[in-house]
């Protein structure tokens, strides 16, 4: 997705960091480790996060999501004065890492008793892998269990509970791993062109080729692709050296729209994707929406 106003956002999230740590009250730097109700708090930067803290907390912790809205992009995000008091009464707040959720990073800070975790970190990825880390299924199965083991720490009472929850949502996602699984046979020698690498994990674990990467990183940084990178991505499908487009609709116009056109005009099948979940829907149903797709155009 685009990203807009990055500096402008991150001098906004720092000022909101200073005025929370001022007049936040003393007693929520304090290990304030549970709710009214004595159970944990966990805050997730999107609503991909809260279903994994959901699944692997259970009925022992209050999971909330900050960006539950599909409209609502995390790269552009800004926080207000009532999110930066909710992360700062967290026990743990959970993201995605690699500057998708930047602002997370921050709120966290004004709180001694907050524990952040990134998915990135989780997954030990390098500060320039892509960070659309959710789109690999084997991804957020691993981030499920580092998350059980943070809880069996703070809370080793239940710690057999939060491993068992790990599990499940295993099984939970096994649907689409299986889904991979089962499209891996098809998708031997054979290409794909994506419009952003919003999807590219996945892609990669089809075991895709990837044509015009260039492009896609040029739009996922706001950026124009140069005229020699758009032409050859359009000789690409012109010869039919792709075998179906991968198209992010969240991000649309330009030379994407251009591109997209083509593809349709040479019977060239586009799968649709989004780089954010769609509103009051599952992991599972979100991805295998997608997976569904891209069977259909390889048959």
Same mark, same amino acid.
């Given at each position: 997705?685009?990203?807009t106003g990055?500096?402008?956002?991150?001098?906004?999230?720092?000022?909101?960091?200073?005025?929370?740590?001022?007049?936040?009250?003393?007693?929520?730097?304090?290990?304030?480790?549970?709710?009214?109700?004595?159970?944990?708090?966990?805050?997730?930067?999107?609503?991909? &996060?809260? #279903?994994?803290? @959901?699944? %692997?907390?259970?009925?022992? $912790?209050?999971?909330?999501?900050?960006?539950?809205?599909? =409209? !609502?992009?995390?790269?552009?995000?800004?926080?207000?004065?009532?999110?930066?008091?909710?992360?700062?009464?967290?026990?743990?707040?959970?993201?995605?890492?690699?500057?998708?959720?930047?602002?997370?990073?921050?709120?966290?800070?004004?709180?001694?008793?907050?524990?952040?975790?990134?998915?990135?970190?989780?997954?030990?990825?390098?500060?320039?892998?892509?960070?659309?880390?959710?789109?690999?299924?084997?991804?957020?199965?691993?981030?499920?269990?580092?998350?059980?083991?943070?809880?069996?720490?703070?809370?080793?009472?239940?710690?057999?509970?939060?491993?068992?929850?790990?599990?499940? &949502?295993? #099984?939970?996602? @096994?649907? %689409?791993?299986?889904?991979? $699984?089962?499209?891996?046979?098809?998708?031997?020698?054979? =290409? !794909?062109?994506?419009?952003?690498?919003?999807?590219?994990?996945?892609?990669?674990?089809?075991?895709?080729?990837?044509?015009?990467?260039?492009?896609?990183?040029?739009?996922?940084?706001?950026?124009?692709?140069?005229?020699?990178?758009?032409?050859?991505?359009q000789n690409?499908?012109?010869?039919?050296?792709?075998?179906?487009?991968?198209?992010?609709?969240?991000?649309?116009?330009?030379?994407?729209?251009?591109?997209?056109?083509?593809?349709?005009?040479?019977?060239?099948?586009?799968?649709?994707?989004?780089?954010?979940?769609?509103?009051?829907?599952?992991?599972?149903?979100?991805?295998?929406?997608?997976l569904n797709?891209?069977?259909?155009?390889?048959?």
């Amino acid at each position: 997705m685009k990203k807009t106003g990055l500096l402008i956002g991150g001098m906004s999230v720092i000022l909101l960091v200073v005025f929370v740590i001022v007049l936040w009250p003393k007693s929520a730097h304090k290990d304030d480790s549970s709710h009214s109700d004595g159970k944990l708090t966990i805050v997730a930067s999107t609503n991909v &996060y809260v #279903e994994v803290a @959901k699944t %692997v907390a259970g009925d022992k $912790a209050n999971v909330s999501a900050i960006i539950s809205k599909q =409209s !609502v992009s995390p790269e552009d995000y800004e926080p207000t004065n009532d999110v930066a008091k909710k992360v700062a009464h967290a026990n743990i707040a959970l993201g995605n890492g690699l500057g998708y959720d930047a602002w997370l990073n921050k709120l966290s800070k004004s709180s001694k008793s907050t524990k952040l975790l990134l998915a990135s970190d989780m997954l030990n990825k390098d500060s320039k892998a892509n960070p659309h880390l959710w789109n690999d299924p084997d991804n957020m199965i691993q981030v499920a269990q580092k998350l059980a083991d943070e809880l069996s720490k703070k809370d080793p009472d239940n710690k057999a509970y939060y491993q068992q929850n790990a599990q499940a &949502y295993q #099984e939970k996602l @096994k649907p %689409v791993t299986d889904k991979v $699984a089962e499209l891996k046979e098809k998708t031997q020698n054979k =290409s !794909v062109f994506e419009t952003e690498s919003v999807y590219e994990y996945m892609l990669k674990n089809l075991g895709l080729n990837i044509v015009g990467d260039d492009f896609a990183e040029a739009v996922a940084e706001d950026t124009d692709p140069t005229p020699a990178v758009l032409k050859e991505v359009q000789n690409a499908l012109k010869a039919h050296k792709v075998d179906f487009v991968v198209q992010n609709t969240q991000t649309t116009g330009g030379d994407v729209s251009k591109l997209v056109k083509l593809a349709k005009q040479e019977s060239i099948p586009v799968v649709n994707v989004t780089e954010t979940s769609p509103d009051k829907t599952s992991y599972v149903d979100w991805k295998l929406s997608e997976l569904n797709q891209i069977e259909k155009a390889l048959s």
